[in-house]
């Protein structure tokens, strides 16, 4: 009887004792982002800052042309970024997450986060032609 008295209060005071888990929906929001504001700053180029310490993002929208020759290599990529004036500080990295084609495309839109560390990290999606209705 007392193996079990002893067992189920080691038990017991392992319950209280650990941590428990939450859920996803009961975490409380760390950080506060303010309400979007996003600013164009030249055709096809929109941005909006979340905040201090936080990543700017950008959407960009260019042709096939452009793309290959930004695609062609980080560096490539980057003195274009750069030459745009699109971050508030200077890029050290760039990185293509994701290239996305169409079969036809019609150039691309080009989605851009730029962290603290400075790097910039692009989503690339082919527009595809619109199909003429009949």
Not at 65 to 70: A, P, Q, T, V
Request: with cysteine.
């Amino acid at each position: 009887m007392k193996r079990i008295i002893s067992s189920a209060l080691v038990v017991l005071f392992l319950l209280f004792l650990l941590p428990k888990e939450r859920s996803f929906a009961q975490e409380e929001a760390k950080v506060k982002l303010p309400t979007l504001e996003w600013k164009k700053l030249s055709e096809g180029v929109s941005k909006t800052d979340l905040g201090p310490g936080l990543p700017e993002v950008a959407i960009l929208k260019v042709s096939n042309e452009l793309f290959k020759k930004i695609h062609a290599s980080k560096d490539a990529a980057m003195d274009y970024l750069e030459a745009q004036h699109i971050f508030k500080r200077k890029l050290i990295k760039v990185v293509f997450c994701q290239v996305m084609r169409s079969d036809d495309g019609d150039g691309w839109i080009l989605i851009a986060s730029h962290t603290s560390q400075s790097t910039v990290t692009i989503v690339a999606w082919q527009i595809p032609k619109k199909k003429e209705e009949k």
